[in-house]
T-cell receptor, first 113, second 114 residues
Framework: DADVTQTPRNRITKTGKRIMLECSQT?????MYWYRQDPGLGLRLIYY???????NKGEISDGYSVSRQAQAKFSLSLESAIPNQTALYFC????????????FGPGTRLLVL | GQNIDQPTEMTATEGAIVQINCTYQ??????LFWYQQHAGEAPTFLSY????GLEEKGRFSSFLSRSKGYSYLLLKELQMKDSASYLC???????????????FGTGTRLKVLA
């Protein structure tokens, strides 16, 4: 079984709709992250969380919100989707005792029409 | 500013050796990572360097020179399955919230030809 899972894997939505991307992990890591990947831009950090009570903005948090429901679950919401949020979204976890190596989920491909 | 540069694309032949370079300019340095990403899949960890020198792991090796802001990933005995993007990432300065600022390069797409 995969250590980091994401649902849905693919999603098509319309401008203005609210959507939620979910991430679960069985690695037992406290630290979780949401990234987006766009062609030619690399991976960019949206939000990260060190534990259930800790939420921090990354470099591109505008238009997004997150919820850390439990150590194993970290959700990303787009309150009102817009076309330039079309991207590949990755959830990741890390362990500070492993140099913060990022362990990525399989990704969610989002298309906003 | 903070920047990571890697070639966009490289092509090599099966069985050959290829070197993928990465140069970086970051505020603070706490390690350099290489990740492999097959098309449409998640990045997976390959190597980590925090001290100068070469780290060898099977067919893959990674080199770091902190004074030059330079790293390379060396892939030997190339196989078709090595066709993928290779991402260079630097763990930069520690932030006020206690984590490290991660900067990812845009990746080098490697094509291995038969």
């Amino acid at each position: 079984d995969a250590d980091v899972t994401q649902t849905p894997r693919n999603r098509i939505t319309k401008t203005g709709k609210r959507i939620m991307l979910e991430c679960s992990q069985t690695k037992g890591h406290d630290r979780m992250y949401w990234y987006r990947q766009d062609p030619g831009l690399g991976l960019r950090l949206i939000y990260y969380s060190f534990d259930v009570k800790d939420i921090n903005k990354g470099e591109i948090s505008d238009g997004y919100s997150v919820s850390r429901q439990a150590q194993a679950k970290f959700s990303l919401s787009l309150e009102s989707a817009i076309p330039n949020q079309t991207a590949l979204y990755f959830c990741a976890t890390s362990d500070p005792w492993q140099q913060e190596t990022q362990y990525f989920g399989p990704g969610t491909r989002l298309l906003v029409l | 500013g903070q920047n990571i540069d890697q070639p966009t694309e490289m092509t090599a032949t099966e069985g050959a050796i290829v070197q993928i370079n990465c140069t970086y300019q970051t505020s603070g340095f706490n390690g350099l990572f290489w990740y492999q990403q097959h098309a449409g899949e998640a990045p997976t960890f390959l190597s980590y360097n925090v001290l100068d020198g070469l780290e060898e792991k099977g067919r893959f090796s990674s080199f770091l020179s902190r004074s030059k802001g330079y790293s390379y990933l060396l892939l030997k005995e190339l196989q078709m399955k090595d066709s993928a993007s290779y991402l260079c990432a630097v763990r930069g300065r520690r932030t006020t919230s206690g984590t490290y600022k991660y900067i990812f390069g845009t990746g080098t797409r490697l094509k291995v030809l038969a």
